[in-house]
């Protein structure tokens, strides 16, 4: 595109900064896959058999190897446009600047819509597959449910999970009676941290956006939350496959594009997040029960 300025390409390091900031899920991201074409990848995997008693006699048993190539096709994709006319960027002194908007709206539209979209769509398989409960984080121990929905998944290793708690969740866990903890002042006598960030080896991430922490999601603008509200989600890493295809941000000057005496301002994301098939029972959720 001519006299156009691409954000990604000049500043690509500063804005997936922005974007890891703004985006709980980023260590969710699988950094490579092989692509098949414009929208499909493929996860390659395999499977081996097992011993088999040796005989002395001479010999090997041999095994099975199964190499299965999974292909997964992308669909969520957005995009969205702003015009800004010259005089509003001059009279708000840059306030309108292509890089105040670049920020604000990755900080508060595109990093959270990819939590909400990738909480949704995790959320959504583990309700089809029966791997959730119902309860309200009001009348639950949350020590002792969180405990035991972390041993249904412990099989694939405390490092290898992360688990998203709502903050009432969270306050649930810190009010807990079933352990103690010595809490220590910090940053001089200023600063006292109380959240609880680790359990039993497993990460624990605080969701304090509750609107992201749904079931469900409509995403005709933006989006807003229509489902149940989480109150945690436990994932194995190698059960999810969360990958952006195209992340464009370009920038036009005025006069360089035909649509006003302004700067044009676009901003595309092309991503998808898919549960892997042979491993559906690495996540677990627990949902707010509805209301009777």
Not at 77 to 98: C, G, H, L, P, T
Request: glycine residues 8%; negative net charge; charged residues 25%.
């Amino acid at each position: 595109m001519p006299n156009a300025i691409n954000l990604v390409e000049k500043y690509g390091q500063e804005l997936d900064q922005v974007v890891k900031q703004a985006t709980l899920t980023n260590v969710l991201e699988t950094p490579n896959v092989n692509w098949m074409g414009a929208q499909t990848f493929h996860v390659p995997t395999v499977g081996v058999t097992g011993y088999q008693d040796h005989s002395r006699n001479g010999g090997w048993n041999r095994g099975e190897v199964d190499t299965t190539n999974e292909p997964y096709t992308l669909s969520f994709d957005r995009d969205v446009e702003f015009f800004v006319d010259r005089m509003d960027v001059d009279e708000s002194n840059q306030a309108a600047s292509a890089g105040n908007i670049t920020r604000t709206f990755l900080n508060e539209k595109a990093g959270p819509e990819v939590d909400a979209y990738r909480f949704s769509k995790i959320a959504t398989r583990a309700l089809s597959d029966g791997n959730n409960t119902e309860e309200s984080v009001g009348s639950v121990d949350v020590y002792d449910r969180l405990k035991s929905d972390i041993l249904k998944v412990r099989k694939y290793g405390p490092n290898n999970l992360v688990a998203y708690l709502s903050s009432s969740a969270m306050d649930g866990l810190e009010r807990s009676d079933k352990f103690t903890r010595n809490i220590q002042v910090q940053n001089g006598g200023t600063a006292i941290e109380t959240r609880v960030t680790s359990l039993d080896g497993v990460q624990l991430v605080e969701v304090w956006d509750a609107e992201r922490f749904s079931t469900e999601h409509d995403f005709t603008t933006g989006f807003s939350a229509t489902g149940q509200n989480i109150n945690w989600i436990i994932v194995n890493r190698g059960s999810i496959v969360a990958k952006t295809k195209i992340n464009s941000i370009y920038l036009f000057e005025p006069g360089a594009h035909t649509q006003g005496d302004g700067y044009l301002y676009q901003n595309r994301m092309y991503h998808d997040l898919f549960v892997m098939k042979n491993k559906a029972d690495g996540i677990v959720l627990s949902a707010e029960a509805p209301a009777a």
